[in-house]
């Protein structure tokens, strides 16, 4: 028997059966694999030094090229990813089946918002605001920076080229670059499980105050009355009217973990009106998502610049924003400063959660998405720096507020010690008929002198109100809504300020389900053709999940989820991925890849930055994050109702376990997926001993003039032709039987 040689015609008297053997997940050993690697795909280099030739016959037909099997070059390794070998004469071009299976974005704006509405997120508004506060305000900025440019855009880069060429969700990317990391996609989509859970019930917490926000005055500017005594509720009294509406009104938070309680019926229906928004949104996949995101996109934007605007006009706005640039050097000398600005980064950019890879994996193969991981993270930092602008514009009126209302209780015990006929040798050379119009510094000039002299005088620190910080929900439910209760018109500019952390929630949200219906959809063809039942079941399931964060202690279950079942998992994933492309898939075979996906090679600084500094960085990163956890007992933040006031607590025993099962539970695919490699490895192996010389000539690829019914497209290059160098995997593949007349003309001879 002999394999079919270039420009062979079979006879027409043997029919040529075509075979189809779909690639299945799982269902595949690993002699079958080794059988076709042998047969269709070569590696890289053999392809550019022995381009097949193009003759055509005397019929004028195109000669098909010789099969790898007939060349002595050796094919790809184990754990390199597939290439796709298309014949000329039997592949349709690129343009006349692009998107014809797989859905596509329908303009490049419209992917371009869905990756920045999905990288911008609550966290840009209320989380790096809180680190420049902390961490010495300009100068964790430009050590951000320098660590975004450094490690983000890098590994940013990594992802969206690795998506937009392989055209799949982060499960088949990683299954095609390492198939022995194939877990790698397994633990992103966990991730995105785990955060989309809690992530729709901040979510539904916007949505509550917003509700809430149509009414004057607003129901958290005033401490209420109780009715039997008449008098201010002794726990708002004790607090603060927004402290007392978040904790009591809103959450009905209990005093521990341990206190369970009922269910909170207002949150749980605000929960479901969440997750019935992303179900609507995301029910006809990127199409349907994608139109809301023109929206959900673009309108915070305008918001934060409308409490910019009106922010700068707010007396100490100035205080705030030169509070927010001064830069405190010293900081860069603590371990954890870095650590902090690495995981912003680290987060902001959405690395890890598949997301980033199944939106460009809608892409055009040939979009450049070396400028698109530059874009996105620029408008993220400048969103980030925008965003802080308008948090301490906020934080310096609410600030001044405070101090001038210190300034007016302090006047008025010096009017009444005056009253009663004490000495004036100390007494203030401002005005103190009208509290009001003292001035800040005045006052602050007259204490250092004399005010520590007189009994129950208070010093009145602006900075030192700035210094009190908040971050998470305590920023946007606590801080922000005391700020904008003072604002005129103050029901107008709440509506529009948690509209924006709706919609910013929201943009969030569909990356987030993105990140976990691609996947699935790519790497189960079931579930790929009933998408819209997989949506709504992934919401219902959501849901019914998510009545864990509606009990009176659902608050404290929020801060386990958004503490320990995405960081170190994510670390995790990203560090394996950096592995695959720059050691195991190779860093210069997968730049290779990406030239001639963008027609141009990037830098290859790249190379280097995959290679050692991204890898090093994540490695320290992770190193620092378990040293924390290790060496500080986890304490989480509870709310005592008697004393009106935060108290910090040490986790139970069972909140420790729940911890580690997160983690474990978000991180074991990776390894798991490398044993159950190993072990199907193993149980082949007798099978592919078996398998003689004979078998695996046996067939030859033909190809149909059917459009592939997977996703994949095959690259063309600027010439037209082939691309000696693609990962972009076969989906089906067509066999035929190689005619053997001229063997069994042999055998009639030998028994002649």
């Not at 002198?449 to 920023?475: A, F, H």
């Not at 972009?728 to 066999?735: E, R």
Request: charged share 15%; aromatic share 12%.
């Amino acid at each position: 028997m002999k394999l079919v040689k270039a420009g062979f015609k079979p006879p027409k008297d043997i029919p040529l059966i075509s075979l189809h053997f779909q690639r299945k997940p799982g269902k595949e050993t690993a002699a079958q694999e080794k059988l076709k690697t042998d047969i269709q795909r070569v590696s890289v280099r053999e392809r550019a030094e022995n381009p097949p030739p193009p003759p055509t016959t005397g019929g004028g037909e195109m000669e098909k090229p010789s099969l790898p099997g007939d060349e002595d070059g050796p094919g790809l390794e184990e754990s390199h990813s597939a290439v796709a070998l298309m014949s000329e004469d039997g592949a349709e071009s690129v343009e006349a089946r692009e998107g014809e299976d797989r859905p596509a974005w329908d303009s490049k704006l419209q992917y371009v918002l869905a990756q920045v509405g999905f990288s911008v997120g609550l966290g840009n508004v209320w989380r790096f605001p809180y680190l420049c506060h902390q961490n010495g305000g300009g100068a964790f900025m430009v050590l951000y920076v320098m660590l975004l440019v450094v490690v983000g855009v890098p590994l940013f880069f990594m992802e969206l080229a690795a998506g937009q060429s392989i055209r799949q969700g982060s499960i088949g990317v990683w299954k095609h670059i390492s198939p022995r990391l194939a877990g790698i996609g397994y633990s992103s989509c966990m991730v995105c499980f785990f955060v989309a859970l809690y992530y729709n019930v901040i979510i539904a917490w916007s949505l509550f105050y917003l509700g809430n926000s149509f009414q004057y005055p607003l129901p958290w500017q005033h401490c209420p009355v109780e009715l039997s005594s008449n008098q201010t509720v002794k726990e708002c009294a004790a607090s603060s009217p927004t402290s007392y509406f978040w904790f009591r009104k809103a959450l009905d938070i209990s005093d521990s973990l341990d206190q369970s309680g009922e269910f909170n019926p207002i949150i749980t229906g605000c929960l479901l009106a969440a997750w019935a928004i992303v179900c609507l949104a995301m029910s006809k996949g990127i199409k349907s998502s994608a139109k809301v995101m023109y929206f959900s996109s673009v309108f915070p934007y305008a918001v934060l610049f409308c409490f910019l605007i009106r922010g700068l006009m707010l007396d100490g706005a100035i205080e705030g924003i030169t509070y927010m640039f001064y830069p405190k050097l010293e900081i860069w000398g603590e371990v954890q400063v870095w650590r902090q600005a690495a995981t912003q980064v680290f987060f902001a950019l959405g690395l890890g959660y598949g997301s980033v890879i199944a939106y460009s994996s809608y892409n055009p193969v040939h979009n450049n998405c070396h400028r698109d991981a530059i874009m996105v993270s620029t408008i993220n930092f400048m969103t980030s720096v925008l965003a802080s602008l308008v948090v301490f514009v906020v934080l310096g009126f609410r600030a001044k507020n405070i101090a001038l209302e210190c300034v007016a209780i302090n006047v008025g015990r010096v009017m009444d010690m005056a009253a009663s006929g004490s000495s004036q040798q100390r007494w203030p050379w401002f005005n103190m008929s009208d509290p009001k119009s003292i001035d800040l510094q005045e006052y602050r000039q007259w204490y250092s002198q004399y005010g520590s002299l007189l009994p129950n005088i208070t010093d009145c620190d602006l900075e030192r109100e700035m210094n009190k910080g908040v971050e998470g929900t305590g920023l946007a439910f606590i801080a922000f809504t005391e700020a904008m209760a003072l604002f005129p018109g103050s029901p107008f500019w709440s509506a529009l300020f948690f509209l924006m952390l709706l919609n910013l929630g929201l943009s969030t949200m569909f990356g987030t389900m993105q990140g976990i219906l691609t996947p699935l959809m790519d790497n189960f063809r079931l579930l790929g053709r009933h998408k819209t039942i997989l949506t709504v079941f992934s919401c219902v399931l959501g849901f019914l999940i998510g009545l864990l964060f509606t009990q009176r202690s659902g608050n404290y279950f929020v801060t386990i989820f958004d503490d320990y079942s995405a960081t170190l998992p994510l670390i995790i994933v990203v560090i394996f991925e950096t592995v695959s492309v720059a050691w195991i898939y190779g860093a210069d075979r997968f730049l290779d890849d990406v030239a001639l996906m963008l027609h141009w090679r990037p830098p290859v600084v790249y190379k280097f930055m995959w290679k050692y500094v991204c890898l090093l960085a994540m490695v320290g990163l992770l190193t620092a994050s378990l040293l924390q956890m290790v060496f500080k007992w986890p304490t989480y933040t509870a709310w005592n109702h008697t004393t009106g006031s935060e108290t910090s607590l040490e986790y139970p025993g069972w909140a420790l376990l729940m911890m580690s099962m997160l983690i474990v539970t978000a991180s074991l695919p990776v390894p798991a997926g490398y044993l159950y490699y190993l072990l199907t490895q193993r149980q082949d192996q007798p099978e592919e001993a078996g398998m003689t010389e004979h078998e695996r000539e046996r067939y030859s690829k033909c190809y149909s003039t059917e459009p592939e019914l997977n996703n994949h497209h095959p690259l063309l290059n600027e010439a037209g032709s082939r691309p000696h160098s693609t990962f972009l995997p076969l989906g089906v593949d067509h066999y035929r039987p190689l005619p053997q007349q001229e063997d069994e003309d042999e055998e009639e001879d030998t028994e002649l």
